[in-house]
T-cell receptor
Framework: DGGITQSPKYLFRKEGQNVTLSCEQN?????MYWYRQDPGQGLRLIYY???????QKGDIAEGYSVSREKKESFPLTVTSAQKNPTAFYLC?????????????FGPGTRLTVL | AQKVTQAQTEISVVEKEDVTLDCVYE???????LFWYKQPPSGELVFLIR??????QNEISGRYSWNFQKSTSSFNFTITASQVVDSAVYFC?????????????FGKGTLLTVNP
């Protein structure tokens, strides 16, 4: 089955630690995205990548880093510089036939800082 | 700047009632796309519909229907004969064809609870 997988589903981090969230897709999509969702809020874009080895900052990139070494994978690292990392993180992907392609989402990772 | 407003924070209905979720958007662009996503308690966002700014035809898919009116900048979503499985947070979103990023602008969502 084609789709987007994210792991882990739940993640707990101690303050001062970096953690990496995994996102893999087998839809052969070119573009991938990371969003953050806080309670009662819509989603906010952290980073996006149009092609391998290229990525761009979104609205709230501070304290986060990404890599795109393979088309299928777009891991997100939440660094210790992120002041309030507790949130629900959603990865998405889309075909790159244009900027307005429909974005399809993974199941999400819930990160809690202890 | 783009903005999506979902004024209804929470809606509660009894099963089999019809319910309409409102979405009002702001954009300066003439070409844009509107989306609705469903987020059940599991958390995953499920794509429901995409509509471009040049297509104002209403759409019906089973119990779901969408009413797009450019004159009022609205893209409302109606569920007919609601079911408990429709309970979820519903997000309206906008993306425009110009600009330098690929950001979907989301509303804050409407929590729909369908009671048996």
């Amino acid at each position: 089955d084609g789709g987007i997988t994210q792991s882990p589903k739940y993640l707990f981090r101690k303050e001062g630690q970096n953690v990496t969230l995994s996102c893999e897709q087998n839809l052969n999509h070119d573009a991938m995205y990371w969003y953050r969702q806080d309670p009662g809020q819509g989603l906010r874009l952290i980073y996006y990548s149009q092609i391998v080895n290229d990525f761009q900052k979104g609205d709230i990139a501070e304290g986060y880093s990404v890599s795109r070494e393979k088309k299928e994978s777009f891991p997100l690292t939440v660094t210790s510089a992120q002041k309030n990392p507790t949130a629900f993180y959603l990865c998405a992907s889309s075909h790159f036939s244009g900027r307005t392609d429909t974005q399809y989402f993974g199941p999400g990772t819930r990160l809690t800082v202890l | 700047a783009q903005k999506v407003t979902q004024a209804q924070t929470e809606i509660s209905v009894v099963e089999k009632e019809d319910v309409t979720l409102d979405c009002v958007y702001e954009t300066r662009d003439t070409t844009y796309y509107l989306f609705w996503y469903k987020q059940p308690p599991s958390g995953e966002l499920v794509f429901l519909i995409r509509r471009n700014s040049f297509d104002e035809q209403n759409e019906i898919s089973g119990r779901y229907s969408w009413n797009f009116q450019k004159s009022t900048s609205s893209f409302n979503f109606t569920i007919t004969a609601s079911q408990v499985v429709d309970s979820a947070v519903y997000f309206c979103a906008l993306i425009h064809s110009g600009g330098s990023n690929y950001k979907l602008t989301f509303g804050k969502g409407t929590l729909l609870t369908v009671n048996p």
